[in-house]
């Protein structure tokens, strides 16, 4: 399960590059979840990430780091659905009317927390 929480800090990792490298790339990328289905999807792989960060925990450098951020994507997951596509609009309209440099600082955080993950994740 420690490969499979590591691929998900890869994945962040990786969104985070991209919101670096090209804000309006993300959101664009990001906007094709505009719909209840783009919710479901959303909240499956925040329930699928949860569950593979809860199960690696115990084997892992941080498991306290893992336990914690598993179960905030559980209940993050389980919520996305009520969320309501236009509330994610309204978000994401929000998020892209913000000026490239909070974008891309933001990603660096995001790229961070997808390393600590990848790092905290491994035996």
Do not use: K
């Not at 925990?57 to 596509?85: C, D, E, K, N, W």
């Amino acid at each position: 399960m420690a490969l499979v929480a590591a691929l998900f800090g890869i994945l962040i990792a990786s969104i985070g590059v991209l919101g670096v490298a090209s804000p309006p790339r993300l959101i664009s990328l990001v906007s094709r979840l505009q719909s209840q289905r783009g919710l479901y999807i959303t909240a499956a792989i925040r329930i699928a990430m949860g569950a593979a960060l809860w199960l690696a925990a115990a084997g892992s450098r941080q498991p306290a780091f893992l336990y914690a951020f598993g179960g905030i994507a559980l209940v993050a997951g389980v919520l996305t659905p009520f969320f309501g596509v236009r509330r994610f609009e309204a978000l994401l309209g929000w998020w892209s009317r913000r000026p490239s440099l909070l974008l891309r600082a933001w990603c660096v955080v995001v790229f961070a927390f997808g390393v600590a993950i990848i790092w905290a994740a491994s035996p």
